[in-house]
């Protein structure tokens, strides 16, 4: 078997679209090949998306983050330093929306955390409000799951380690 391995109700992060629950393991035949996928339905806006389980890797689809990478999580979004590049907003949506299809949670609070601090020195595109929401959104949901923590005490935490938060703390 390929990649991880879900079991029907078990719990999956889906990239871009957030933590979902495996509602069934379907099998079918297409183009005279039989293939299996997970019927996953996402958790915050009810879609349903089939993934090859021969696909597991590709998309990112993964388990909840583990309990001891939770600290790394809010160690990253801690970190006064920008991990993308601060030219162009066009290069840096590019980067931010590369970051968040790795279904990576790290990468998620990298995007989270850079948006976050350039708050702080400007006011934020209506993209890169979008992207913020969007990233927080995956961060927030997933983290509360993990933990068995409201999702407004995820969200408070985050304020606090935003709160006044700049670049100019970096030096």
């Known amino acids: 078997m390929h990649g991880q391995a879900f079991e029907v109700g078990d719990l999956a992060v889906y990239p871009t679209e957030g933590v979902a629950r495996v509602e069934a393991i379907e099998s079918r035949e297409l183009g ?4 299996t996928f997970y019927v996953l ?4 806006n009810n879609m349903i998306v089939k993934v090859p389980i021969t696909k597991v890797e ?10 001891e990478d939770i ?15 601060q030219t162009t907003w066009n290069r840096r949506q590019r980067e931010y929306t590369e970051k968040i299809r790795t279904g990576s949670i790290f990468e998620v609070a990298e995007v989270m955390r850079d948006l976050c601090l350039l708050r702080t020195g400007k006011d934020l ?6 992207m913020l929401d969007k990233a927080q959104g995956l961060l927030v949901k997933e983290l509360s799951l993990a933990t068995e923590t409201e999702v407004t005490e995820i969200q408070a935490e985050f304020d606090a380690i935003f ?3 700049s670049l100019e703390s970096i030096a």
């Open 71 to 85: 600290e790394t999580v809010y160690e990253i979004l801690q970190t006064r330093e920008l991990s993308v590049d």
């Open 58 to 67: 590709k998309v990112g689809l993964r388990g909840l983050v583990e309990a």
């Open 163 to 165: 709160d006044g938060a």
């Open 125 to 130: 595109s209506f993209g890169e409000r979008k």
């Open 32 to 35: 005279g090949t039989q293939a």
């Open 41 to 44: 339905r996402v958790l915050d």
